[in-house]
């Protein structure tokens, strides 16, 4: 947020960082994380440090809920003051979620509409950007500076999500208005980017060592992920999927100093395929992506592209194994 990566005190105390805290854009961006989040603490903990409490939710929402709490505290009674009165809860194909909640704070303006998703997603709904505590127009430039800094956080493996809200004028949502989720009466456009928040979401231990044993045994290990690209192949490498020294097209490109696209693909042992590409490959180019490379990351999929690649490996006469843990892998599972 305002331009600059700052990272997180996490500790319990919380010394580190106050200037932070009085941030308006800072105190834009906690009030999205705590409204539109689903995540609550469980009842009973209050003695509990807050690092230490259980929660209900996902990770994600659980690990925002945890650093608000420790930032501005007492969330369950900043909810109360702002209670919901719309939500639009995060799908896969939207990959992003809104809440209209009530304000008593803004003399012209009732209501906040607060929204979190994939970062790409959320400022492409946008057309201002918060810069300490203004509303600017989000030019190239900008644009361009929040590109640099997704790229920074990606390329670490942290997962990094974008937050953006909207005042909505009193005379065109007064007081008690009943907002519709099914057909909203209110514009999803034209919103204000605040920032990006981006968080470490670790493989288990054990899966290099899984995946090294798997590609002894002379089974090819393919990672298909919702997450960015650039977050996805710095896992993959973390944990051998793409091995040390395999080049993709951008590598090799990179290390030549010439254009992506004049690299010949059949030079780059390793790939990885952007879910908004993979939508426009037919069955074709995506055997031939299984043929021709080793090493394979899927990332940005969509739960129909997750059964497609597992079609597409069973095409070429494999038997397809497939693990996942979320509602969005039950396709694929169930192919497999």
């Not at 003695?47 to 996902?58: M, Q, W």
């Not at 968080?199 to 090819?220: E, H, L, Q, T």
């Not at 090493?295 to 597992?310: D, G, H, N, W, Y």
């Amino acid at each position: 947020y305002d331009q600059n990566i700052v990272e997180a005190d996490t500790s319990e105390e919380q010394k580190g960082g106050e200037d932070e805290k009085y941030s308006v854009t800072w105190k834009a961006l906690a009030r999205i994380a705590t409204l539109c989040n689903r995540a609550e603490f469980k009842a009973g903990q209050e003695e509990k440090p807050v690092l230490k409490r259980e929660c209900t939710g996902d990770a994600s929402e659980s690990a925002l809920l945890k650093y608000v709490e420790l930032g501005i505290g007492n969330v369950p009674k900043f909810r109360k003051r702002h209670p919901k009165v719309c939500e639009i809860p995060f799908n896969s194909t939207n990959k992003y979620q809104v809440s209209i909640h009530e304000l008593h704070t803004e003399k012209d303006f009732h209501h906040v509409l607060v929204m979190k998703g994939a970062p790409e997603r959320i400022l492409d709904r946008c057309s201002t950007i918060l810069i300490n505590g203004e509303e600017k127009e989000l030019d190239e430039k900008l644009k361009e500076a929040f590109n640099q800094a997704y790229l920074d956080l990606g390329g670490l493996g942290e997962r990094v999500l974008g937050f953006c809200h909207k005042l909505l004028p009193s005379e065109e949502f007064p007081k008690g208005f009943e907002f519709e989720a099914e057909e909203p009466q209110f514009s999803l456009q034209n919103l204000c980017f605040v920032g990006l928040m981006s968080m470490i979401d670790p493989p288990r231990a054990a899966v290099p060592d899984a995946v090294s044993k798997c590609r002894s045994a002379g089974i090819k290990v393919i990672m298909v992920t919702g997450d960015h690209p650039i977050t996805a192949k710095a896992i993959a490498k973390g944990v051998g999927i793409i091995s040390e020294g395999t080049e993709t097209v951008e590598d090799i490109a990179e290390r030549l100093n010439i254009p992506v696209d004049d690299v010949d693909p059949s030079k780059a042992k390793a790939i990885v395929v952007h879910g908004q590409k993979l939508k426009d490959y037919d069955q074709d180019k995506i055997d031939s992506i299984l043929k021709e490379h080793t090493e394979i990351v899927f990332a940005r999929t969509s739960p129909q592209q997750k059964l497609i690649i597992v079609e597409g490996c069973q095409r070429m006469g494999a038997i397809v194994a497939v693990t996942g843990d979320g509602v969005n892998d039950s396709p694929a599972l169930k192919k497999a």
